[in-house]
């Protein structure tokens, strides 16, 4: 089974600066999905990014780049121009592509702060 | 525009009454999943259904139940909620392109 490891349970940064969140995962497939969901506080989780394995490089939406390590099954998302509305909590996923269904496996999230 | 709507946001029950959460989406997406979330911690998978076709987690208590009439709704039952039911539901749709779109998520409180 795969599991999903985000180590950093609380972290902050400043308004207007970088913040890098970090994701590690465990599986044995060669192809499969990973994502980063937010959820602001009393708020709805949307998806920010997507990565597909097969794919070397790195996703980008925006202020929000991911660094996607498939040999260490690193997927740390970097948070670039630090927002207020970024305060969030981010849950890092992974999804196999062998289910239909896209069920995913979520890490235990990571609470960042940002101070204006 | 599309979206995944949840009623209601807000729901109290007491202990052992049943209770029913819905969940509608105008986004076409043949699957839908319940996750139970507690406060700060990552969303836990109770059930979806591929299309008609409906998948139980292995560790999901019986006490919950999950009925799907249409593509658009899906409900989720509690049959006698206790104490430890007390979460955020949440309700998430996919379809092709990976990745899943959630509701708001029906806060409940049992008394």
């Known amino acids: 089974a795969q599991t999903v490891t985000q180590s950093q349970p609380e972290m902050s940064v400043q308004e207007a600066e970088t913040v890098t969140l970090s994701c590690t995962y465990d599986t044995s497939e060669s192809d499969y999905y990973l994502f980063w969901y937010k959820q602001p506080p009393s708020r709805q989780m949307i998806l920010v990014i997507r990565q597909e394995a097969y794919k070397q490089q790195n996703a980008t939406e925006n202020r929000f780049s991911v660094n996607f390590q498939k040999a260490a099954k690193s997927f740390s998302l970097k948070i670039s121009d630090s927002q207020l509305g970024d305060a969030a909590m981010y849950f890092c996923?992974?999804?196999?592509?062998?289910?239909?269904?896209?069920?995913?496996?979520f890490g235990d999230g990571t609470t960042l702060t940002v101070k204006p | 525009d599309a979206m995944v709507i949840q009623n209601p946001r807000y729901q109290v029950t007491q202990f052992g009454k049943p209770v029913t959460l819905s969940c509608s989406q105008t986004?076409?997406?043949?699957?839908m999943y319940w996750y139970q979330q507690k406060s700060s911690q990552a969303p836990k998978l109770l059930f979806h259904y591929y299309d008609k076709d409906f998948n139980n987690e292995a560790d999901t208590p019986d006490n919950f139940q999950s009925r799907r009439p249409n593509t658009s709704f899906c409900f989720l039952d509690i049959r006698s909620p206790g104490l430890g039911d007390a979460a955020m539901y949440l309700c998430?749709?996919?379809?092709?392109?990976?990745?899943?779109?959630f509701g708001p998520g029906t806060r409940l409180t049992v008394l």
């Open positions: 998430a749709t996919s379809r092709d392109v990976p990745g899943q779109f």
């Open positions: 986004l076409n997406h043949n699957v």
């Open positions: 996923a992974y999804r196999s592509v062998n289910t239909n269904a896209g069920k995913s496996t």
